[in-house]
T-cell receptor
C-alpha cells in the first residue's frame, strides 16, 4: 500500500527566510512524487513532480524539492519565502509499479509567511 | 483552453436525499479522478477512470457512493441517502498522460452541505 505523511500541520516562516515543508512517503515499488498548492479561494494547482533522473526538482514560483530515496522523503523548499506563498500545500505519491494510477495525497501543510 | 469544470459549485441538501455532482474534464484528457476534501482534512481519493478500463473504485467510502463516466468524458458522482458526514468539497481532476505528462488539473470543486 502507498501512503504519504506530512508531519507538520502548519509551518510559520518570516518573509525572506528559507522555507521547508516536509513530506515522507511509503511505497512498495518506485514512486512518482508530486507537490500541489491550494491558495485561498482557489483550486489546487500543480507545483512540481519527481518522475526519474535528477533528485533535485525545480518547479513553479521558485519552489524546489529533493527526492531522497534512502530517507523516503520529498521535502519542498524555497530559498526566500514571500507572503504570497501562504497557502495549503499537499504532497502526493503514486506507486508506479504496483499502485495502478491511484494517487495518494497527504493531509496537507498550511504555510504562513509573515511580513 | 478551458479547464476542468464542476457543477454545481455549491449544493445544500437534506439528510437522506440523493445528490449528483458533475465534472467536465479538459478535452482530450483520458484520465479522471474524484477526491473528497473535508474541513481540516487532506484529499481523500475516491475513484479513478482511465479510458475504457475498469475504474479503480477502491476509495469509495460506502456503497452509497457511485460514479460513472459516459463517453470517456463527463463524469457524475452520485451520493445516495446523504449523511451529514458527507459534507465536504468534492474535487475532480483530469490528466492527459503519465510519467512526465502526469500532471493532474483540478476543477474548482463542489461544496456539499448536508443538513
Amino acid at each position: 500500500a502507498q501512503s504519504v505523511a506530512q508531519p507538520e500541520d502548519q509551518v510559520n516562516v518570516a518573509e525572506g527566510n528559507p522555507l521547508t515543508v516536509k513530506c515522507t512517503y511509503s511505497v512498495s515499488g518506485n514512486p512518482y512524487l508530486f507537490w500541489y498548492v491550494q491558495y485561498p479561494n482557489r483550486g489546487l494547482q500543480f507545483l512540481l513532480k519527481y518522475i526519474t533522473g535528477d533528485n533535485l526538482v525545480k518547479g513553479s514560483y521558485g519552489f524546489e524539492a529533493e527526492f531522497n530515496k534512502s530517507q523516503t522523503s520529498f521535502h519542498l523548499k524555497k530559498p526566500s519565502a514571500l507572503v504570497s506563498d501562504s497557502a495549503l500545500y499537499f504532497c502526493a505519491v503514486r506507486d508506479r509499479n504496483t499502485g495502478g494510477f491511484k494517487t495518494i495525497f497527504g493531509a496537507g501543510t498550511r504555510l504562513f509567511v509573515k511580513a | 483552453g478551458a479547464g476542468v469544470s464542476q457543477s454545481p459549485s455549491n449544493k445544500v441538501t437534506e439528510k437522506g436525499k440523493d445528490v449528483e455532482l458533475r465534472c467536465d474534464p479538459i478535452s482530450g484528457h483520458t484520465a479522471l479522478y474524484w477526491y473528497r476534501q473535508s474541513l481540516g482534512q487532506g484529499l481523500e481519493f475516491l475513484i479513478y477512470f482511465q479510458g475504457n478500463s475498469a475504474p479503480d473504485k477502491s476509495g469509495l467510502p460506502s456503497d452509497r457512493f457511485s460514479a460513472e463516466r459516459t463517453g470517456g468524458s463527463v463524469s457524475t458522482l452520485t451520493i445516495q441517502r446523504t449523511q451529514q458526514e458527507d459534507s465536504a468539497v468534492y474535487l475532480c481532476a483530469s490528466r492527459t498522460g503519465q510519467g512526465y505528462q502526469e500532471t493532474q488539473y483540478f476543477g474548482p470543486g463542489t461544496r456539499l452541505l448536508v443538513l
